[in-house]
């Protein structure tokens, strides 16, 4: 089990790190959205706040929109 957390974690890190070059790919934009559905918010945090710090930037982007979209109701969830 402690295997799965970190593969998890390497995966969120890898996204992160490629973040600005996968969000508004017609393909890529699906890489960042799955982190939201499947991992935990502890997990995806850091990835949430390069989203929202980049918020302008991204809403303006047909493909990275969906992913800001992903983000806000995955952060918004974690609030309630």
């Not at 089990?1 to 390497?10: D, F, G, N, T």
């Not at 890489?31 to 809403?59: G, H, R």
């Amino acid at each position: 089990l402690k295997l799965v957390q970190e593969y998890k974690k390497l995966f969120v890190q890898a996204t992160l790190f490629n973040l600005d070059a996968i969000i508004g790919d017609m393909y890529g934009n699906y890489v960042v959205q799955f982190n939201f559905e499947l991992f935990e918010p502890f997990l995806t945090s850091a990835l949430t706040d390069s989203i929202l710090m980049k918020l302008p930037q991204y809403s303006l982007s047909k493909y990275s929109t969906n992913v800001v979209l992903k983000c806000l109701n995955s952060y918004w969830v974690d609030l309630k």
